[in-house]
């Protein structure tokens, strides 16, 4: 299976942009990065998904390379509320789908 | 907006014990999720339901059993609990198969003495 290797933690200060990197080089051509986060003693939540061209929401952007085996989820002006564990995750498609979520990085924003 | 809840936050049992932990989503999604999740082991998938009475393994099934009799419902169940099964275990839904995005409950945190 896939999987994503990401740095286990990184600080940034408030009203920056974090770029928070990943690096899933066993990714197979039909397989989605997707990014979640978690804030604590809360349940994941989407942020932003991709397959190879990048990607920008109300959340974030996703920049994917062009050979797809990195990529890094930017948030353009970080808040203290965007502290918490941030997972980088290979959407698997082997008869049936599924997440493989890996350890996360933990961001915390600095005031 | 999507309400995933789990029945309980905090759940404390005893070894050898049956313990259910339930879910319900109230979006008609088909399909539910369970995972646990561990210091330094991320989240792992044990079950998951692509519709009713349908399930299928995880990654560490082991241990585990799961029951989807209604679309909203979805129980993990521990058949005999065991001091390693001592985590956060955390439900899911989402809409369709390809897994656009999954919506996800506050979590239970089990506790097995």
């Known amino acids: 299976d896939a999987k994503t290797t990401q740095p286990t933690s990184m600080d940034c200060a408030e009203g920056r942009a974090a770029n928070l990197p990943c690096n899933h080089s066993?990714?197979?051509?039909?397989?989605?990065v997707y990014w979640y986060r978690q804030i604590h003693s809360q349940g994941p939540q989407y942020i932003i998904h991709g397959l190879k061209n990048n990607e920008t929401n109300e959340m974030a952007s996703l920049i994917i390379t062009e050979d797809r085996k990195s990529s890094t989820l930017i948030l353009p002006h970080a808040t203290l509320r965007d502290t918490a564990v941030y997972y980088c995750?290979?959407?698997?498609?082997?008869?049936?789908?599924?997440?493989?979520f890996g350890t996360g990085t933990r961001l915390k924003v600095l005031a | 907006d999507v309400k995933v809840t789990q029945s309980s936050r905090y759940l404390v049992k005893r070894t050898g014990e049956k313990v259910f932990l339930e879910c319900v989503q109230d979006?008609?999604?088909?399909?539910m999720f369970w995972y646990r999740q561990d210091p330094g082991l991320g989240l792992r998938l044990i079950y998951f339901?692509?519709?009713?009475?349908?399930?299928e393994k995880g990654d560490i099934p082991e241990g585990y059993s799961v029951s989807r009799e209604k679309k909203e419902r979805f129980s993990l169940i521990l058949e005999s609990a065991s001091t390693n099964q001592t985590s956060m275990y955390l439900c899911?839904?989402?809409?369709?198969?390809?897994?656009?995005?999954?919506?996800f409950g506050p979590g239970t945190r089990l506790t097995v003495t």
């Open positions: 979006m008609d999604h088909e399909n």
């Open positions: 066993t990714i197979s051509g039909n397989e989605y």
């Open positions: 339901s692509y519709d009713v009475k349908m399930k």
């Open positions: 899911a839904s989402s809409e369709d198969t390809r897994l656009t995005e999954q919506y």
């Open positions: 995750i290979v959407r698997v498609v082997a008869g049936t789908y599924k997440y493989i």
